[in-house]
């Protein structure tokens, strides 16, 4: 068959969990800098389709730009890069399944949260402010954006985190169901372009469309760190307990029995 069954998918996922707790620091940064440039190649791919598009055309417009944003996540999974909120579904279900230890799951969160940062940032001052492809023309849609992003009180933006992850870790849990490149791209594609026309929050974009922000003079730093917070919060939710934890609870003797016989 060319699909893996849900029982099939949980096993996957813990077995991806327990390969990425024992890398070494560089290999983090390394794949984890990557991760945050694609998540922000695929943000201003989207910030460039949605600029000049009429006001008019209402949420069609913000569809459109939606629908090219999973560039990112598509990069990411399919050339192994390391991305926070993907890593906050696969490491936890291996620490729930008892095969790696809870500091592993923080050891890899840590490390790969800097390294998106780096990443995510470097594309936001290159390309976006050395480049000008997140100001002039474009400086009115990406303080829209960004505003609405730090203007979220601390619930808001915590919930909306939740909504968000759970879909991006659905997108990387249907990823494992395909064997093929295309039905990787094609489960994957769906549920980010949902979350991003939803407009939920993830803390990877973010930390590139919210520095961008600053690097034009609109936003401070601290705005940043409180929404960062909240956002952190709200995706680790997302993906540790709305599809890591739910799958674990749902497949456990099955995942169990697929680990010990990895």
């Not at 699909?3 to 390969?19: D, F, N, R, W």
């Not at 940064?29 to 389709?49: C, N, P, R």
């Not at 890899?108 to 949260?113: A, L």
């Not at 808001?156 to 759970?166: E, L, P, T, V």
């Amino acid at each position: 068959m060319s699909l893996h069954s849900p029982k099939e998918i949980a096993a996957v996922a813990i077995q991806t969990g327990i390969a990425k707790h024992n890398v070494s620091v560089s290999y983090l940064l390394i794949l984890g800098f990557m991760a945050g440039a694609f998540i922000a190649t695929g943000f201003l791919l989207d910030l460039h389709v949605i600029n000049q598009l009429p006001a008019d055309w209402g949420s069609f417009a913000g569809l459109l730009g939606a629908s090219v944003f999973p560039l990112g996540i598509i990069m990411t999974v399919l050339a192994g890069a390391e991305l926070l909120t993907g890593n906050m579904m696969t490491l936890p279900i291996a620490w729930f399944a008892r095969q790696i230890s809870g500091f592993s799951v923080l050891r890899n969160w840590f490390w790969v949260t800097i390294a998106n940062f780096v990443g995510s940032i470097a594309v936001a001052w290159f390309f976006g402010h050395v480049l000008g492809m997140t100001e002039g023309d474009y400086l009115k849609k990406t303080l829209s954006i960004a505003n609405a992003k730090v203007n979220a009180d601390f619930l808001h933006a915590f919930i909306s985190a939740i909504g968000c992850n759970w879909l991006v870790c659905l997108a990387v849990w249907l990823s494992f169901a395909s064997k093929d490149m295309v039905g990787k791209i094609f489960a994957m594609w769906f549920p980010v372009m949902a979350f991003v026309a939803i407009g939920f929050q993830h803390v990877v974009a973010n930390m590139f469309i919210i520095p961008a922000a600053i690097f034009a003079g609109a936003l401070s730093w601290s705005d940043f760190l409180t929404n960062f917070v909240a956002v952190f919060l709200g995706n680790a939710v997302g993906g540790a307990i709305f599809v890591g934890l739910a799958w674990y609870m749902a497949f456990r003797p099955q995942i169990a029995l697929s680990a010990d016989n990895r």
